[in-house]
């Protein structure tokens, strides 16, 4: 194929990656080398590929980690500038700087358990809090010593440390969390699977009821986008439409 459309291969760009099952009976088996024209291609346990860093279980432990170490600078840089920016746009700002990275790519490596999402989901209220909580309340506990306060305020207790929560903010600003987009996002996926046929290389991996044209016959249950898809959207079409 290369010849063929006169393409070249960067040998030393180039490297493989071995998937194999989650089972201890194929550990011990060594993937032989992968040779071009006699020249060893270098195999890896992980790579970041178009943004996404795939490694080879599919974890998505080493992507969550750098995700959401992104994720917490995107903060950063959105505590530093909201102040010069009027409150009307801080929604604009927000889906701009910081959902788009959180946003990127979730259908492939949104699926992982909650456990896993946790970093993810504590940078995005950590982002909310900045963005859309009272920061004057929060500065005000810390703008005084202890000492120079009342009598009946000297006393900390568990309420001056706890943080403000983020879902009446999440409601109020109709923004959708980390779990919620990741719904969204494989709806509105397989939504244009069934109707453009885009990606055609999914489509036969969907398997449409012959009584039901809009229902999906979900696959055996295994821990795969094809499945967490058709029972999310058995699921969404049996919602009754919003009025």
Not at 95 to 103: C, G, I, K, M, V
Request: charged share 20%; hydrophobic share 40%; net charge positive.
């Amino acid at each position: 194929y290369m010849y063929a459309n006169k393409l070249h291969i960067n040998m030393k760009k180039s490297c493989y990656m071995h998937f194999k099952p989650k089972s201890n009976s194929v550990d011990q088996l060594q993937c032989p080398p992968v040779r071009i024209n006699d020249f060893e291609i270098k195999k890896v346990a992980e790579i970041k590929f178009l943004g996404v860093t795939i490694d080879d279980e599919l974890l998505w432990t080493q992507h969550i980690s750098a995700l959401a170490k992104k994720l917490r600078c995107c903060s950063g840089q959105l505590n530093r500038i909201k102040k010069y920016i009027p409150k009307t746009l801080h929604k604009s700002l927000y889906h701009t700087l910081f959902e788009s990275h959180l946003s990127y790519g979730i259908t492939v490596w949104g699926g992982v358990s909650h456990n896993k999402m946790k970093p993810i989901f504590t940078a995005q209220k950590h982002c909310i809090r900045i963005m859309f909580g009272d920061s004057e309340a929060y500065l005000e506990k810390h703008r005084t010593a202890a000492r120079t306060r009342s009598i009946d305020l000297q006393t900390l207790g568990t309420d001056f440390f706890e943080k403000e929560h983020t879902k009446p903010l999440f409601n109020e600003q109709n923004i959708l969390t980390v779990h919620n987009l990741y719904n969204y996002h494989v709806l509105l996926s397989i939504s244009i699977i069934l109707k453009f046929h885009t990606p055609i290389a999914l489509l036969p991996h969907f398997k449409i009821s012959r009584r039901k044209p809009t229902l999906i016959i979900a696959p055996i249950q295994v821990d795969s986008f094809i499945f967490r898809a058709s029972i999310m959207w058995n699921t969404f079409r049996t919602l009754p439409e919003a009025s």
